[in-house]
C-alpha cells in the first residue's frame, strides 16, 4: 500500500504541471485588460503600458509561464492584482469558509442520502421507495440557486428565522449547507438504492437469510458496506466540486469563499487569484481521488494495490 501511495503522489507532480499550461493559457483568454483596470478608467495609454510592464504581461506568452512556475515551485503564487497582497494570503482567508461549508453540506446530504437510499432498496416498489426517490428527483432537478432564492425569502424574509446572507454565526451555515446538500444528498439516495439492490440479489445475502440473521444486520451490516464502493466514488467527486467552491450559492448568499472569490477575481481580469484557485482546485480533484482510491481497500480488503 505505501508502494502505490508513493507512486500515486509522484504522479501528482507532472499533472499539475500539464494542468498548470492549461489554467495559465485558459486565463490569458479571458477577454479584458487587466492593465486597464489596475491602472483605472481615467488612466492614458502611456500609463496603462507602464502598468503592464511592471506586471510583466508584456513579455512573451511563453516567459510569462517560465517566470510564473518559477515562482509557483518556490511556493510564491504572486500578488492579487486588486489588492496587491499576496495570493495565498488571499486564498487562505477564504478557504476555511468554504470548507466548513463543505463540511456540513456533505455531512447531513450523506446521511440522509444513505437512509433514503437504503430504505428505497428494502421497500422496493413500494410506497417508501416511490416517496424517496420523488424527493430525489426533485432534489436534482431544482435549480440551486432558485432554491436559495427561496429560501431566503422564506427564512428570512418572512419568518425572519435565520440570516439571509453572509458569515456571521452557526445560523449562517444552515441555508446555504441545505441548499449545497440537496443535489448531493438526491444523487447519493439514488446511487445507494440501485447498488444496494445488486447487492441484496448476491448469493451471501440469500445464505444470511437462510441462518436466520437479522434483515436489518444483512442490509446495514453486509449489504451496505459492500454497496459503498460506487456511493464512495461519487460522494467524493461531489465533495471536491463542493470544496472547489460553489460559485453561484456563494453569490447568493454572499458568502466569503472561494466561490465568490474567482467570481470577482474573473470580473477584475486578477490573473494571479484566479491561476492560483484553479490550480488548487485541481489539486483537491487529484488528492480527494487518491483518498477515495484507498477507502476502496478499507471497504473491501480483497481489493490489493500494486
Known amino acids: 500500500m505505501l508502494r502505490f501511495l508513493g507512486k500515486r503522489l509522484l504522479q501528482i507532480i507532472p499533472i499539475l504541471i500539464l494542468v498548470s499550461i492549461f489554467i495559465f493559457l485558459f486565463v490569458h483568454m479571458i477577454p479584458g485588460d487587466p492593465a486597464r483596470l489596475v491602472a483605472g478608467e481615467d488612466a492614458t495609454i502611456e500609463d496603462v503600458e507602464l502598468v503592464r510592464k511592471e506586471l510583466g504581461l508584456d513579455k512573451p506568452i511563453t516567459e510569462q509561464y517560465i517566470t510564473y512556475m518559477k515562482n509557483l515551485f518556490q511556493g510564491d503564487f504572486g500578488k492579487s492584482l486588486k489588492t496587491n497582497r499576496d495570493v495565498s494570503y488571499e486564498i487562505g482567508e477564504r478557504f476555511m469558509p468554504t470548507f466548513w461549508l463543505t463540511v456540513w453540506s456533505m455531512s447531513w446530504a450523506v446521511v440522509a442520502g444513505l437512509i433514503i437510499g437504503v430504505v428505497s432498496a428494502t421497500k422496493r416498489n413500494k410506497w417508501q421507495d416511490y416517496l424517496g426517490m420523488f424527493g430525489a428527483v426533485s432534489g436534482l432537478s431544482l435549480p440551486s440557486f432558485w432554491l436559495g432564492l427561496m429560501l431566503i425569502q422564506l427564512f428570512a424574509v418572512t419568518l425572519g428565522w435565520l440570516p439571509s446572507g453572509g458569515m456571521e454565526s452557526w445560523k449562517s451555515y444552515i441555508l446555504p449547507a441545505f441548499t449545497l446538500g440537496t ?36 442490509t446495514w451490516g453486509h449489504g451496505l458496506r459492500n454497496a459503498m464502493i460506487p456511493v464512495v466514488t461519487m460522494t467524493g467527486l461531489q465533495f471536491g466540486f463542493l470544496l472547489g467552491g460553489s460559485v453561484v450559492i456563494e453569490s447568493v448568499f454572499s458568502w466569503p469563499g472561494l466561490g465568490k472569490l474567482l467570481i470577482d477575481s474573473v470580473a477584475y481580469r486578477d490573473y494571479p487569484v484566479i491561476q492560483a484557485e484553479m490550480l488548487i482546485f485541481a489539486l483537491e480533484f487529484i488528492l480527494i481521488n487518491l483518498v477515495v482510491d484507498l477507502l476502496y481497500g478499507i471497504l473491501n480488503p480483497q481489493i490489493r494495490y500494486e
Open 183 to 218: 443535489g448531493v444528498a438526491a444523487v447519493v439516495a439514488r446511487f445507494t438504492r440501485s447498488s444496494l439492490m445488486d447487492v441484496l440479489k448476491e448469493d451471501y445475502i440469500r445464505t444470511g437469510r437462510s441462518k436466520g440473521l437479522n434483515e436489518r444486520r444483512i
